[in-house]
């Protein structure tokens, strides 16, 4: 039985961003049939930077940048 765990985290700097990735990366490899697909939501930051964030050795096989739409703010 494969089990899906869906979890949104809320980082707060790129730093703790980098180490959270690399703990899902380090447990993904440790631990034959784990596939995690990776995704990251930024709104004011470029797609490349994004990108650039969501690297870890070994890299993901599956990751996403989100780009919500901008809204006007009242």
Not at 2 to 17: A, F, M, N, Q
Request: charged fraction near 25%; hydrophobic fraction near 40%.
């Amino acid at each position: 039985m494969t089990v899906k765990i869906l979890t949104r985290s809320h980082v707060p700097t790129t730093e703790l961003l980098q180490a959270w990735l690399q703990h899902l990366r380090d447990f993904d490899t440790a631990n034959p049939g784990c596939h995690f697909e990776i995704g990251i939501e930024v709104p004011d930051v470029p797609t490349e930077k994004a990108i650039e964030w969501l690297q870890v050795n070994p890299v993901f096989d599956f990751t996403a940048v989100y780009k919500p739409p901008k809204r006007d703010k009242p």
